[in-house]
């Protein structure tokens, strides 16, 4: 059974906001 890690992808979180954590979490390991 799936099961979705809302503490790494929370579904109600808005695109904005998990774009931005990406982004973020890119740029930390780029630097």
């Known amino acids: 059974r799936?099961?979705?890690d809302e503490?790494?992808?929370p579904v109600n979180a808005p695109l904005k906001e998990?774009?931005?954590s990406i982004q973020s979490q890119?740029?930390?390991i780029e630097d």
């Open 2 to 4: 799936f099961v979705w």
């Open 7 to 9: 503490g790494k992808y």
């Open 18 to 20: 998990t774009v931005a």
């Open 26 to 28: 890119v740029a930390k």
